[in-house]
């Protein structure tokens, strides 16, 4: 770990139905009872570099103080049935995870017998609400890669089951912890009026365009912006996608995502007091912080409202672009998922 972040500074929104807090305390009974919580993670799906960049960082005999009693000692490989880029990960991948000290199981069921708190890693966001749904009903808090789902709906669908159990769920992209993007989300401008943030946009004709690439962008765009946005037009060439989205407050945040030339991470915020530049993007050590405190505390990070309101913003760019570029409201898109 290089850097230490203020973890506690993050903590600004809870899930909807206070499940954050329910799970807080009942982790604070167990330490008045001078018991520690168990601290076994399992993951789901070893067909992303994530789950082995995890793993190293979190059973290495070093570990960083932050993630000290945490161990990953179960994992679940299965992941796409039919996304090739995925699937061929999952065997070298395993043989990774296993000289790291984790045991592989069968089934999402035996792995949660095993342990505690489960990493939802599997790359293809079609199989989220499924694997996340087994896990909810189990108890078990989790953090849920991005993309959440492949759809709004099941985004929608993860946190009403989330409720309904009171388990705590958090997902989110990397690049929302980067550093310069958590100074603007703290105030280093002052009032955000406007941003312009970039990302990578490759296209899996599985998924809604923005949700296997362009997401990191779109998550940039949010940590500085915050929720509020009703409508976005997009874009679209074969190399390049802007989505420009208006917010409610009158303030325009615009995404770019690219598929050619050298690829990057960043943006520029526009605020009352400075304009600032974000970026570089400095690796997964500050999501995993936060995914740990998350486990501990029961509270995420990110609220399941800005979360659906990034799915709704993802989908509205699609609509947008294939009825060729008019403006596409976010709350219809809401509307239409069942919200």
């Not at 000692?73 to 061929?88: C, L, R, W």
């Not at 760019?317 to 009825?323: G, L, R």
Request: charged residues 20%.
């Amino acid at each position: 770990m290089k850097q230490k972040y203020g973890r506690r500074n993050f903590i600004h929104t809870t899930i909807a139905g206070g499940i954050g807090l329910g799970l807080s305390n009942s982790f604070s009974a167990l330490y008045a009872q001078g018991k520690a919580p168990q601290k076994r993670i399992g993951i789901i799906g070893l067909d992303t570099s994530h789950s082995i960049a995890f793993t190293k960082a979190l059973n290495a005999a070093g570990a960083a103080p932050e993630l000290k009693g945490y161990k990953v000692v179960a994992a679940y490989p299965k992941g796409s049935n039919d996304i090739v880029s995925s699937a061929e990960r999952i065997p070298g991948y395993t043989e990774e995870v296993k000289k790291l000290g984790v045991e592989i199981v069968s089934s999402i069921k035996s792995l949660l017998a095993k342990t505690d708190f489960i990493l939802l890693e599997t790359n293809d966001g079609r199989l989220h609400l499924q694997q996340a749904l087994e896990v909810i009903k189990a108890g078990k808090p989790v953090f849920i890669d991005k993309p959440i789902a492949a759809s709004l709906k099941d985004a929608m669908a993860i946190f009403k089951a989330a409720e309904q159990y009171k388990v705590s769920v958090f997902s989110s992209s990397s690049l929302r912890f980067m550093q310069s993007a958590q100074e603007v989300a703290k105030g280093k401008v002052g009032k955000v009026l406007g941003a312009d943030c970039y990302s990578p946009s490759h296209l899996e004709k599985t998924h809604p365009d923005l949700f296997w690439y362009g997401i990191h962008g779109v998550e940039t765009l949010y940590t500085v912006m915050g929720t509020g946005c009703k409508q976005v037009v997009r874009l679209h060439t074969n190399d390049t996608d802007v989505v420009a989205g208006a917010w409610e407050d009158g303030r325009i945040g615009t995404f770019r995502g690219t598929r050619s030339g050298k690829s990057g991470y960043g943006g520029t915020v526009f605020g009352e007091n400075a304009t600032t530049v974000l970026g570089p993007f400095d690796g997964y050590d500050a999501l995993l912080v936060e995914i740990i405190h998350f486990f501990e505390t029961g509270i995420p990070p990110v609220s399941s409202k800005e979360t659906v309101e990034i799915c709704a913003f993802m989908e509205a760019a699609d609509e947008s672009k294939n009825k060729g570029g008019v403006p596409v409201s976010l709350e219809e898109m809401m509307k239409r998922a069942g919200g």
